[in-house]
């Protein structure tokens, strides 16, 4: 892959990471502010929809993304190791965990966050 290839994955990759922080934090806010009003509680479900279709692209995308970058460095002689087993939705364990944590972990703060504003 050339360097230039390189560059513009990393940015989408990055534009991702900082997508799904910013759904998130907007998700919360939505939650937070515009569901107290009645009148728009029946919106729940497609802004529900919505996120999670969001969010379910963007790991996709970042799936396929380490994924080719993965297959681009490794020798096709090469075995995968024990280590690198995929169990859910592709991912290995040690990315399932980091995904979970980064993902509570913007739950979290914003929910704080908002909490402290409003």
Request: net charge positive; aromatic share 16%.
């Amino acid at each position: 892959m050339d360097s230039h290839q390189t560059g513009k994955s990393r940015a989408f990759e990055y534009f991702l990471y900082l997508a799904v922080i910013a759904e998130t934090g907007l998700a919360a806010l939505i939650y937070k502010v515009i569901f107290d009003n009645s009148d728009l509680a029946r919106l729940r479900l497609y802004f529900a929809i919505f996120y999670f279709a969001f969010l379910a692209w963007a790991i996709q995308q970042l799936h396929k993304l380490h994924r080719d970058r993965a297959n681009s460095l490794a020798l096709p002689a090469e075995k995968p190791a024990a280590a690198d087993t995929r169990f859910m939705l592709g991912l290995t364990g040690r990315q399932f965990v980091i995904i979970f944590v980064v993902f509570a972990t913007a739950v979290a703060a914003f929910s704080w966050v908002l909490r402290l504003l409003l």
